[in-house]
């Protein structure tokens, strides 16, 4: 899955994206037996969700959950489509921003108030958005493995490991792991495959409070990694040149903590109180 964009209507949620597919089947008739077919399916729709409206923020997990792939006839009875059939679960949080005023004092100049102060708690949203991180490395072949004469198909595979939230800001730390499939040239062996590890750093900035209004140490963090672009390509017979582009949709919320005045008491001005004021 890649390019995924889910934004809210009224009343519905609009989602459109892709389907990376690749496909290595054996031909009939040829001398070359393995065909290999690379193909992005784009998908689009909405999904009625009651309730949701043009300006909330939605943030979207998806998870291909099954697929299945089907060789179909054309026209002429030939076995020359591919019928793809998949389901797709999708995880939707949907969010509301509004600002409320809160009361934080009062005062009178006709009455002694006395006001009734109070601590009220309520989430903040600190980020709603999406973050992109660049990848380049460089890979050598391991000693002993098939030389590459062509790339022909690259998997990646994104492994999160540390997400900080510090002073305002959100780290995000992992890897990206590269599988490529390559033509060797070697009768024994025509088809080999290699593996490396990508890292990847990224730093988000986010809206933030008062710190010491915070009441969770570690707020709630939603992160969706995607893969929007992937690429190796040779350098020699030994070595590779990865490259890729992953993107992060994030949500961050936590608990802020206001004072605002609940209640008021009013009593008579003590008038021999302000006569003693210097």
């Not at 989430?123 to 391991?142: D, F, M, T, W, Y």
């Not at 933030?208 to 915070?214: F, I, K, Q, V, Y």
Request: glycine share 6%; with cysteine; hydrophobic share 40%.
């Amino acid at each position: 899955l890649g390019n995924l964009e889910a934004r809210p209507r009224d009343g519905k949620v609009s989602l459109k994206g892709e389907l990376n597919c690749y496909f290595i089947y054996s031909a009939q008739g040829v001398t070359q037996a393995v065909k290999m077919l690379s193909k992005k399916v784009p998908f689009h729709g909405l999904i009625e969700c009651s309730g949701c409206q043009n300006d909330m923020i939605v943030s979207a997990m998806p998870t291909l959950s099954q697929y299945t792939v089907e060789i179909k006839p054309d026209f002429d009875g030939e076995d020359r489509i591919l019928f793809l059939e998949a389901a797709m679960d999708l995880m939707l949080r949907i969010y509301s921003e509004e600002k409320i005023a809160l009361l934080q004092d009062i005062y009178s100049t006709s009455q002694e108030v006395i006001p009734e102060v109070k601590a009220v708690h309520a989430p903040v949203l600190h980020i709603a958005g999406e973050g992109k991180c660049k990848l380049k490395q460089s890979h050598r072949l391991k000693e002993g493995t098939p030389k590459a004469v062509q790339i022909l198909h690259t998997l990646c595979n994104v492994f999160p490991d540390r997400e900080i939230w510090e002073d305002g800001k959100l780290q995000l730390m992992g890897s990206v792991q590269f599988q490529t499939l390559y033509l060797t040239g070697e009768d024994e062996m025509p088809y080999a495959v290699t593996e490396c590890m990508v890292p990847y750093a990224l730093e988000m900035d986010g809206s933030m409070g008062d710190g010491a209004n915070m009441m969770w140490e570690k707020p709630v963090m939603f992160i969706e990694p995607r893969m929007e672009q992937m690429e190796a390509s040779l350098v020699d017979s030994e070595e590779m040149e990865m490259k890729g582009i992953v993107s992060f949709a994030v949500l961050v919320l936590n608990s802020e903590r206001q004072h605002c005045v609940g209640d008021a008491q009013c009593k008579p001005l003590d008038t021999a109180k302000f006569a003693n004021l210097p």
